[in-house]
Nanobody, 126 residues
Framework: QVQLVESGGGLVQPGGSLRLSCAASGSIFSINAMGWYRQVPGKQRELVAT???????NYADAVKGRFTISRDNGKHTVYLQMNSLKPEDTAVYYCNADTVLGLSSNFAVQPLGDYWGQGTQVTVSS
C-alpha cells in the first residue's frame, strides 16, 4: 500500500507565496517521477511540474519562473514552492507518483504502479 498526503494549500493574495508538500509512504523502493497537477471545475487536469528521481524537471509554461519543484528521494517527498501567485493559479493541486517500485516481504522489488494524492485547494484572491 502506498499513500500520498499533500499539505500546504490555502488562501493567499495575488503576488503571495505558498509551499505545497507531498509525502509518499509505504514499502517503497523507488519512485521514478513525482510531481504536481492541478484541476479546476470543467477543465482537464493539467501538469504543473514534475521531477524524476534524477532531478530532471518539467514545468508547465504558465508557471515557469514562478514555481519551483524540489524533491527529497530519501523521504519520498516532493515540494512545490509557488511564488508570484495569480488568480489563474486557483485550483485543486494533486500530487502524483509515477512508476512506484516497492519491496515485498522478502525484499524483492516489485512494481506498484502510479498513485495520486487526495488534492489540496489553492485559492488566490484578494
Amino acid at each position: 500500500q502506498v499513500q500520498l498526503v499533500e499539505s500546504g494549500g490555502g488562501l493567499v493574495q495575488p503576488g503571495g507565496s505558498l509551499r505545497l508538500s507531498c509525502a509518499a509512504s509505504g514499502s517503497i523502493f523507488s519512485i521514478n517521477a513525482m510531481g504536481w497537477y492541478r484541476q479546476v471545475p470543467g477543465k482537464q487536469r493539467e501538469l504543473v511540474a514534475t521531477m524524476t528521481s534524477a532531478h530532471s524537471t518539467n514545468y508547465a509554461d504558465a508557471v515557469k519562473g514562478r514555481f519551483t519543484i524540489s524533491r527529497d528521494n530519501g523521504k519520498h517527498t516532493v515540494y512545490l514552492q509557488m511564488n508570484s501567485l495569480k488568480p489563474e493559479d486557483t485550483a485543486v493541486y494533486y500530487c502524483n507518483a509515477d512508476t512506484v517500485l516497492g519491496l515485498s516481504s522478502n525484499f524483492a522489488v516489485q512494481p506498484l504502479g502510479d498513485y495520486w494524492g487526495q488534492g489540496t485547494q489553492v485559492t488566490v484572491s484578494s
